[in-house]
C-alpha cells in the first residue's frame, strides 16, 4: 500500500519554513575568518542570505482536505458526502511546531522534516486523527515554475515521502465512513504519507515570505513497506523544451490490476506558471503504454523523442485544468479506471509513457516523460545517516520492477571520490572550504549486495575514527552512489549521504575551552540563538541560563526541542557540553586548545581535480536550491512543439 | 468543595491575566540591553506562571479541572484585571516604560489595593491577599486532610523550586502554597520580603521606577532601602510597540499580518498545551516550554518590525484567541 492507494485523502495549502541560512555556507563555519555580517541577511558567502535569524519552524498554513478517493475508484470533494472533506490540517497543538533542517552545509540536497506532527480536526477542534511524521528528507528535487520565479525565488519543487506514525483517532472520526474505511484498512496504525512542495518564498513579497504551496496525500500502510519513498512505479522527464532543463522530471504512479486502475502522482512533477501554483500548459496530455522500450535520455544536442503511434496504447487523457482549482483540490493525482485487460496486461512489463501530440504530425507524439528503463526501481530506505565514530548503521534497500518486488538483483553502492579543496580566491573570498568523501576509509561499508525473495537487501556502513578533516566542520560528508546494475540514463543514480562525525571522547570535567569552539560555532551560526537567547560566546551568559541548556541539550533527537535543532553533534560532543553545563568551569586549559581543530588528514585530490558529473550536477543543484544561481526568464508555451 | 472551584478557576485567570502585560513589556526591550531591567521582569513573570500552576494544583487537588484553552480564559486587552481586582484598574499591553511599570504592574501587584469585584453576588475581598485568605479559610473549613484529586495530575517542575511548587496532596500542602503565593505577590505585611528573603513583586517593580537595588539598610524603616546598584535603563533600548496591537489594525495576507497570525497561534498552542497539562497529563509541561520560546522570539522579532501605517511603531504580541481555530 502507499499514498496512492485507496482510501486516500487529499490535503492542500501552504506551509511555513523559516529555515536559518547562515549555516548555508560552509565558510560560515570557519569560527577564525567570522564576521557580524555573515548574520545579515543578503545574497552571496560574505552576508548570512536571505533568513539569517531563521528558527527552523515547520508548520503547516491554511491545509484542507480537499478530496477522498474510495476504493471502488468514486473521488469526491463534496463535504456533505463525507465529513473528512474540508476539515483542517494543521501541526502540533499544545508542544512546538516540527523542524525542516539540513544534515550539513555540504549536504543541502536533503531538508528534512523533524517531529512534524500532523493533525486533522474540525473547526471546532473535534480531533479526527493525529500522527507522528517519521523523520524523512526531500527527494525528487525538480523544476516545476515557469515564470523563473520572480516573486518567490525558487523554481524548484521536491517531495516528501514518510508515514505518521503513533496515530490517535478521535471520536469524530467515526462519523466518517471514509476515515473508517482507511483506519480498517492499514496495519500497524501507521498512515502512508506524501507531501509535495514547492513556490517556496525566499522573498519578502506577497506576504509569503518563507512559505510555500504544498500537496498532501494520505493513504494507508501495510507492514514491511518502505517508509522514506513509496513502493510504485516511477516515470523519468526526457524532454528538455526550449534548451532549458526537463519537467515532469519524475513521479510516482501505481498500477492496481485486480482494480484495472493506474494512478499517477502529477502534483509531484507538474510544471506550474507562477508561485501559487496555476496551471497554464497550452497542450494535452495523455498517458500510454510504449509496446517498444524507450532508453531515451535527453541531453542538449537531442532534447526530445518522439514515439509513432503505432508503438502507444493509450491509458486516457491527463484530464487537468488549466488555473488554480484543480490542483489544489485534486493535489494533481489522477486515477485511470476501468482500463481494458489487454491494456493492464500490457502494462504488467511494459512502459508507461506521458505523451503529447506534435503539432501538424498526427502519426507521432512526442515523449515527456516515460517509466524507468525495463520498469527498473531500487531504492534506499535511510538515504540520510548520521554516523559516530565506531557506529554501524543499516541501509535497507528495495528493489522492483513494473512494481513488483524484484529478487536476485544486485545492488551497488559506491563512495564518491574525494571532491577538493576550494582555495581562497575571489569566488571564494572567505575561507578555504575543505573536500568532502575522504578520507575514503573513514567509513567502511558492503559496496555490493543481492536482494532477497521479496526484493530487499540491506548493507551496513560503519564509522572508523576520522579527525577534522574538514578542519572547521565537524566531521566529513560522504556521499555514496547506489544502483541497480543497469543505470536509467534519465535518472541516473541516487545518493545515500553519511555525515561522519570527528572521534570525539566525552570528557567527564569539561572547562570551557574545551567546548568554546563548539559554542562559538553555534552563536555564529544561529543568530535567533545567540542574539535571543544568550550569547554564546560568553560562558557567563550560558551559566546564567543553564537550566535550559541542560533541558535542550538533553531532550532525545526525537524531540521537537532538541538541541542543537541540526542535530548535527556527536553523542561525545553533545554529552560533554551537558557535562559541562551541569558543572560549568569557565576556565580555558592548554590541553582543550591543542586538541581542536588538528586535522589529521589531507586532501588527497589537488584543487584543481575536475568534479565527477554527478559532483559536479550535484553542486549545481545545490546553488539552484539556494536560489544562488540566477533565475531562468520566464518561459511560456512550455511543450508547444 | 465544588464551592471552591470557581474560587481556583479566577485565581488561575487572575495569575494569567498579568502574565501577557508583563511579557508584553519584557519583549519589547530589545535582546541583550538593559539588561538589568529585563532580568527583574523575567523573574516576576516566571512566579507568576509559577502561581498558576499553583492554583491549577490546588484545583486538581480539590477534584476539579482547570479550564485553560477556551477563548473565555483569555483576557482583553486593554480591560480590568479577572474579578475587576485592582480596582478595576485598565491592563493592556505595552511596551516597557517605567510609566507602565510605575501605573499599571505596582498597581497591580499593590499590597494594599482593595478589589472591585464584577458580580455583586460574589464575596468581596479587600486585597489579592484577602481574596487568597478567603480561598484559604474555604479549604480549612471544608476540605478533608487527604484531598481528593488525582494525585497523578499534579504538575511539578525542574526548572522551579521545589520547595516552592511542589504536589499538592493535603489539606496543609494547599495553605502553604497559598502563602507563597500571597508573599511572592506582596511580601509580608512587616517586610518587602518573604519569608525566604525574597522581594516581592511590588518591591522588585518599585526598583524598575527607582532605578536603584532594593537592599537590607539596618538604618531604614523595615530594614531596607533603594539604595543599592543602580539599575540601567535606557528607553532608547525598547522597541516601540504600538499599545494594545490587535490582527485587525493589520492588512490580512500581508507579511506582517502572518507573522501576528503566527504568534497568535502559538499562544493558542500554548493554552491547549497547558490545558493538557493541567489535566491529567503533567509531563506535557516540558512541551509548553518550548512554546513559550517560540512566543518569544516570535515577538521580538514583531517588536523590530515597523507597524506598517502606523509611523513610529513596531508590533506588538497581541495574545487573541477567539475561539476560532488558527489555521
Given at each position: 500500500m502507499s499514498y496512492l492507494h485507496t482510501p486516500r485523502l487529499v490535503f492542500t495549502g501552504d506551509f511555513l519554513s523559516d529555515v536559518s541560512t547562515v549555516n548555508n555556507d560552509p565558510a560560515h563555519y570557519n569560527n577564525q575568518t567570522f564576521i557580524p555580517d555573515f548574520q545579515k541577511p543578503g545574497q552571496g558567502s560574505t552576508n548570512g542570505w536571505w533568513n539569517p535569524e531563521g528558527g527552523a519552524i515547520f508548520d503547516f498554513r491554511h491545509c484542507l482536505v480537499k478530496q477522498i478517493s474510495f476504493p471502488d475508484g468514486k473521488n469526491t470533494a463534496d463535504p456533505a458526502a463525507d465529513i473528512a472533506i474540508g476539515q483542517i490540517v494543521m501541526g502540533s497543538e499544545g508542544r512546538p511546531t516540527g523542524k525542516m533542517v539540513d544534515i550539513d552545509p555540504d549536504a543541502q540536497m536533503y531538508s528534512a522534516l523533524w517531529c512534524v506532527q500532523i493533525t486533522i480536526c474540525t473547526a471546532d477542534n473535534e480531533l479526527l486523527f493525529q500522527g507522528d511524521l517519521e523523520t524523512t528528507s526531500f527527494r525528487d528535487i525538480q523544476m516545476r515554475q515557469t515564470d523563473g520565479a520572480p516573486n518567490n525565488g525558487q523554481a524548484l519543487g521536491a517531495t516528501w515521502t514518510s508515514v505518521l506514525k503513533n496515530i490517535t483517532w478521535g471520536a469524530k472520526a467515526n462519523q466518517s465512513r471514509f476515515l473508517s474505511l482507511l483506519r480498517n484498512t492499514t496495519q500497524e496504525n501507521k498512515l502512508s504519507v506524501n507531501m509535495n512542495a514547492f513556490g517556496y518564498y525566499y522573498a519578502h513579497n506577497d506576504g509569503r515570505f518563507s512559505m510555500g504551496r504544498i500537496l498532501g496525500s494520505i493513504g494507508p500502510y501495510f507492514s514491511n513497506e518502505p517508509i522514506t519513498f513509496a513502493p510504485t512505479r516511477r516515470m523519468y522527464g526526457v524532454y528538455i523544451p526550449k534548451g532549458r532543463t526537463t519537467y515532469f522530471s519524475t513521479c510516482n504512479f501505481l498500477v492496481e490490476q485486480e482494480a484495472r486502475r493506474v494512478t499517477i502522482d502529477l502534483g509531484a512533477c507538474l510544471p506550474v506558471v507562477n508561485s501559487i501554483g496555476t496551471i497554464d500548459l497550452g497542450v494535452p496530455l495523455y498517458l500510454a503504454i510504449c509496446k517498444s522500450s524507450l532508453s531515451f535520455a535527453p541531453d542538449a544536442k537531442n532534447p526530445a523523442c518522439y514515439v509513432p503511434l503505432q508503438e502507444l496504447v493509450e491509458i486516457g487523457e491527463v484530464k487537468y485544468v488549466n488555473g488554480n482549482d484543480w490542483i489544489s483540490i485534486t493535489g494533481g493525482v489522477i486515477s485511470f479506471d476501468n482500463i481494458p485487460y489487454e491494456r493492464m496486461k500490457l502494462l504488467e512489463d511494459h512502459q508507461l509513457v506521458l505523451v503529447t501530440p506534435v503539432q501538424g504530425q498526427s502519426d507521432r507524439f512526442l515523449v515527456i516523460a516515460r517509466e524507468a528503463v525495463d520498469g527498473l526501481v531500487a531504492r534506499a530506505e535511510e538515504f540520510v545517516l548520521r554516523i559516530d565514530c565506531h557506529e554501524t548503521k543499516k541501509v535497507k534497500f528495495h528493489a522492483y520492477q513494473w512494481g513488483r518486488p524484484l529478487s536476485g538483483a544486485t545492488i551497488t553502492t559506491k563512495m564518491q571520490p574525494p571532491t577538493p579543496d576550494t582555495p581562497l580566491g575571489p569566488q571564494n573570498p572567505i575561507s578555504i572550504i575543505y573536500g568532502n568523501n575522504f578520507p575514503q576509509d573513514g567509513l567502511s561499508y558492503d559496496s555490493s549486495v543481492t536482494t532477497g525473495s521479496d526484493g530487499t537487501a540491506e548493507i551496513f556502513i560503519h564509522g572508523n575514527p576520522i579527525h577534522s578533516p574538514r578542519h572547521y566542520i565537524d566531521g566529513q560528508i560522504y556521499m555514496f552512489d547506489y544502483s541497480l546494475n543497469s543505470v536509467d540514463p534519465a535518472f541516473g543514480t541516487e545518493n545515500i549521504i553519511v555525515h561522519l562525525r570527528d572521534e570525539f571522547e566525552t570528557i567527564q570535567n569539561p572547562v570551557w575551552g574545551d567546548i568554546q569552539p563548539i559554542m562559538i560555532q553555534y552563536g555564529n551560526l544561529y543568530p535567533i540563538m545567540s542574539r535571543y537567547i544568550a550569547t554564546f560566546a560568553d560562558p557567563e551568559a550560558l551559566i546564567e541560563k543553564k537550566n535550559i541548556f541542560i533541558f535542550a541539550f538533553s531532550r532525545s533527537i526525537e524531540d521537537t526541542m532538541h538541541m542543537p535543532v541540526t542535530r548535527d553533534l556527536s553523542e561525545g560532543k553533545r554529552q560533554t557540553i551537558l557535562n559541562w553545563f551541569n558543572n560549568p568551569v569557565v576556565r580555558t586549559d592548554e590541553k582543550s586548545v591543542s586538541h581542536q581543530l588538528t586535522s589529521r588528514h589531507s586532501n588527497p585530490t589537488p584543487s584543481d581535480t575536475p568534479l565527477t558529473d554527478n559532483q559536479r550536477k550535484y553542486k549545481e543543484a545545490v546553488k539552484a536550491k539556494n536560489g544562488s544561481l540566477p533565475a531562468f526568464p520566464a518561459i511560456e508555451n512550455l511543450f508547444e512543439n | 468543595m465544588e464551592d471552591l472551584y470557581p474560587m481556583l478557576q479566577n485565581a488561575i485567570e487572575l495569575e494569567h491575566s498579568t502574565i501577557p502585560p508583563y511579557l508584553t513589556a519584557l519583549f519589547s526591550i530589545r535582546p541583550g540591553t538593559s539588561t538589568e531591567a529585563r532580568k527583574i521582569v523575567h523573574s516576576i513573570v516566571i512566579e507568576e506562571m509559577m502561581h498558576m500552576t499553583i492554583a491549577a494544583n490546588i484545583l486538581n487537588a480539590i477534584g476539579g479541572k482547570p479550564q485553560i484553552n477556551n477563548p473565555r480564559f483569555v483576557p482583553v486587552y486593554p480591560g480590568p484585571l479577572p474579578m475587576g481586582i485592582a480596582q478595576g484598574l485598565i491592563v493592556g499591553l505595552e511596551k516597557y516604560s517605567l510609566d507602565v511599570v510605575k501605573k499599571v504592574f505596582m498597581e497591580i501587584e499593590e499590597p494594599e489595593n482593595p478589589l472591585v469585584l464584577k458580580s455583586v453576588e460574589a464575596p468581596t475581598y479587600a486585597t489579592i491577599g484577602q481574596f487568597y485568605l478567603a480561598i484559604q479559610k474555604k479549604i480549612e473549613e471544608i476540605?478533608?486532610?487527604?484531598?481528593?484529586?488525582?494525585?497523578?495530575?499534579q504538575v511539578t517542575s525542574s526548572f522551579f523550586d521545589s520547595a516552592l511548587l511542589f504536589p499538592i496532596y493535603t489539606k496543609t500542602d494547599a495553605i502553604n502554597a497559598i502563602d507563597i503565593i500571597v508573599e511572592q505577590g506582596e511580601g509580608t505585611s512587616i517586610s518587602p520580603v518573604d519569608q525566604d528573603g525574597e522581594i516581592a513583586h511590588y518591591y522588585r517593580f518599585e526598583e524598575l521606577v527607582r532605578q536603584r537595588k532594593l537592599i537590607q539598610d539596618d538604618h531604614a524603616p523595615h530594614g531596607y532601602s533603594f539604595t543599592g546598584e543602580p539599575i540601567v535603563y535606557n528607553p532608547a533600548d525598547v522597541n516601540p510597540m504600538y499599545p494594545n496591537t490587535k490582527i485587525n489594525m493589520l492588512q490580512p495576507g500581508t507579511e506582517e499580518w502572518y507573522n501576528l497570525a503566527h504568534f497568535n497561534k502559538s499562544y493558542f498552542s500554548l493554552l491547549s498545551g497547558l490545558h493538557k497539562t493541567f489535566n491529567g497529563e503533567p509531563a506535557e509541561l516540558n512541551n509548553t516550554i518550548g512554546i513559550m520560546y517560540d512566543l518569544k522570539l516570535i515577538a521580538e522579532k514583531l517588536g523590530a518590525t515597523p507597524f506598517p501605517g502606523r509611523a513610529g511603531y513596531t508590533i506588538g504580541p497581541s495574545?487573541?484567541?477567539?475561539g476560532q481555530l488558527p489555521v
Open positions: - | 476540605a478533608p486532610y487527604d484531598l481528593p484529586g488525582n494525585k497523578a495530575f495574545f487573541e484567541f477567539n
